[in-house]
């Protein structure tokens, strides 16, 4: 069992409420409660703590906890807010929710600023869902989807964490470095969540998802909303909150609905609650997509940061439903970072053994706790990985691929062992019959063999050969090498080559040999220039960095006279 501190927040009916913020006072350490209402919080010391509980709509609650031992566990329940407010009545001043827009509206690139640059801790899950899925889509036989498919056609498609270290330069320069990725039953592959299309925030004047939507802070946002003042509120350290009602005024432009929440006399933003439909988007199979963002005062740093998101989207299409959850954790900013040689044209990067990370390791520093479907998907879904890797499944798929048919013999051949990750294949010699006027009809048959040194298949060596005979010029000519790749990060690759070969003049083969078969064989037209060389050459390739790929090589060839 890990330390920390544990336990369940409820509303004072006992629901679960998900999404939770927990942190610490000094805001040092900080979770978020999963779909069912469970928390943990990763404190290694024992002693005193006070911890924050912060929730949109509900009141902020602090508690203290003296620890004594590890496991602790604190339930909290959490009263809906109360506000000052039951009912707005617009009189024949201003309506008092426009003019606390006017203000959030003026203070945006103020505000914005502030955010203008920044490294992060980030951690996202992202999940989704198919119900009643049918059988077949357009006469084509779905399955079970690799075993996500429950016996009511319904289940989860998609499960995957990340843990990323961010940076942030405003406007549009953005890195991420993923320290560890999980993908449910696949213990291969990297998840598809990204913190640079995750980074949303409504300081600026649109959000871009698919389309440009409209913030409600934007500057333009009166000629798109109409807004209500719901009621106010004080958080936990006196600083009133005022609970806004967006309401689009005309509800399939590109706009949101919902809630804002604008703290007084700052007017930053404390949290949104929003939703948008397909029309905004322009996205016809996602039905609605809701924004919550949850932000927390920074007393080293004087204003609000964002310290949670999620984004809940429901979908149909093709007769399948479903719904899904991103979810995003954003910890230990630094406002002031040192950024000099941060970007390039990388945006993305893989630290090593990213997606080869322990359940141990994701116990360790999960901020948000699995749920039990969850936790039930991971374990069913690795299990039937082990079978799918296992030698007794991989030889039983490989005899059903590796039969040899009498087409075969026309269309090439490939043999596969995937349990040891090895390949062999000879090409068509069908497909690899030409016509020129140097060798007349001739036909060209490629062999390989390919050994993969790793799960990943970012390693690799190989063997590989090509056989081709002229009928017209009764000559057989040979030629083949060897080549390995020794990494996935700078992706080196050596190759040996050497034989015999007719290789056209210009050596970017810029004629197309089926199109002068076509021209030579109907036209008498002949395109394709020929010569015969004698050669051995060692090549060497590798990324010297990103957008730059070094090539050489060394060589010797001889042209031969035969042509």
């Given at each position: 069992m890990f330390s920390q501190i544990q336990g369940k927040v409820t509303d004072v009916e006992n629901q679960p409420l998900p999404y939770v913020n927990i942190y610490t006072e000094d805001g040092t350490k900080g979770t978020t409660t999963n779909e069912d209402g469970f928390y943990e919080l990763k404190i290694s010391q024992a002693g005193k703590y006070n911890l924050v509980f912060q929730f949109l709509g509900y009141e902020t609650l602090r508690r203290e906890i003296d620890i004594a031992e590890f496991p602790s566990r604190l339930d909290v329940k959490l009263k809906a807010e109360t506000t000052s407010l039951d009912e707005v009545t617009v009189t024949s001043g201003d309506n008092p929710a426009n003019k606390i827009m006017r203000n959030a509206i003026a203070s945006r690139e103020k505000n914005l600023e502030k955010i203008k640059q920044y490294t992060a801790d980030y951690y996202s899950r992202g999940l989704w869902r198919m119900q009643n899925v049918p059988e077949r889509i357009l006469g084509q036989e779905v399955g079970d989807l690799g075993g996500n498919l429950d016996s009511t056609r319904s289940g989860i498609i998609y499960l995957s964490e990340t843990i990323s270290e961010i940076a942030f330069r405003a406007p549009n320069d953005f890195k991420e470095k993923i320290i560890a990725s999980k993908v449910s039953g696949n213990d291969n592959g990297f998840s598809l969540n990204s913190a640079q299309e995750s980074n949303f925030t409504f300081y600026n004047n649109t959000v871009n998802i698919n389309a440009e939507i409209v913030s409600p802070v934007a500057d333009y946002g009166f000629n798109y909303y109409d807004y209500k003042l719901e009621g106010v509120f004080y958080d936990d350290n006196g600083k009133l909150i005022n609970k806004v009602r967006v309401t689009p005024k005309r509800p399939k432009d590109r706009v949101f609905s919902g809630l804002i929440y604008i703290v007084e006399d700052s007017w930053e933003i404390y949290g949104v609650d929003l939703n948008t439909i397909s029309e905004a988007l322009q996205f016809p199979p996602i039905e609605v997509l809701t924004f919550r963002q949850n932000f927390k005062y920074s007393e080293e740093n004087k204003f609000w940061v964002k310290i949670s998101q999620t984004v809940d989207f429901s979908f149909d299409m093709f007769g399948i439903s479903g719904d899904g959850r991103f979810t995003a954790v954003y910890s230990d900013y630094d406002f002031s970072p040192q950024l000099q040689n941060t970007f390039s044209r990388e945006v993305l990067s893989f630290a090593e053994a990213a997606n080869k990370k322990d359940s141990l390791y994701w116990q360790t520093v999960r901020p948000v706790p699995l749920t039990t479907e969850e936790i039930e998907d991971y374990v069913r879904k690795d299990s039937i990985q082990v079978v799918r890797k296992s030698k007794t499944y991989l030889d039983?798929?490989?005899?059903?691929?590796?039969?040899?048919?009498?087409?075969?013999?026309?269309?090439?051949?490939?043999?596969?062992?995937?349990?040891?990750?090895?390949?062999?294949?000879?090409?068509?010699?069908?497909?690899?019959?030409?016509?020129?006027?140097?060798?007349?009809?001739?036909?060209?048959?490629?062999?390989?063999?390919?050994?993969?040194?790793?799960?990943?298949?970012?390693?690799?060596?190989?063997?590989?050969?090509?056989?081709?005979?002229?009928?017209?010029?009764?000559?057989?000519?040979?030629?083949?090498?060897?080549?390995?790749?020794?990494?996935?990060?700078?992706?080196?690759?050596?190759?040996?080559?050497?034989?015999?070969?007719?290789?056209?003049?210009?050596?970017?083969?810029?004629?197309?040999?089926?199109?002068?078969d076509i021209s030579t064989l109907l036209f008498e037209r002949n395109y394709l220039k020929l010569y015969e060389r004698r050669f051995a050459e060692v090549a060497w390739q590798q990324d010297v960095f990103v957008g730059f790929r070094l090539f050489s090589d060394l060589s010797y060839q001889e042209r031969l006279p035969h042509f």
């Open positions: 039983s798929v490989d005899a059903v691929k590796n039969k040899f048919g009498l087409t075969d013999v026309l269309f090439g051949y490939n043999y596969s062992n995937s349990y040891k990750r090895q390949y062999f294949n000879i090409g068509s010699p069908l497909f690899g019959t030409h016509f020129n006027t140097v060798q007349g009809w001739n036909s060209t048959v490629n062999i390989g063999f390919r050994k993969e040194l790793d799960e990943n298949y970012s390693k690799y060596w190989r063997l590989f050969s090509s056989v081709n005979y002229g009928f017209s010029d009764d000559r057989l000519r040979i030629s083949g090498g060897f080549q390995q790749k020794f990494n996935n990060i700078s992706k080196p690759i050596l190759t040996v080559s050497g034989g015999v070969e007719a290789v056209q003049i210009n050596d970017t083969q810029p004629i197309s040999e089926r199109i002068n």
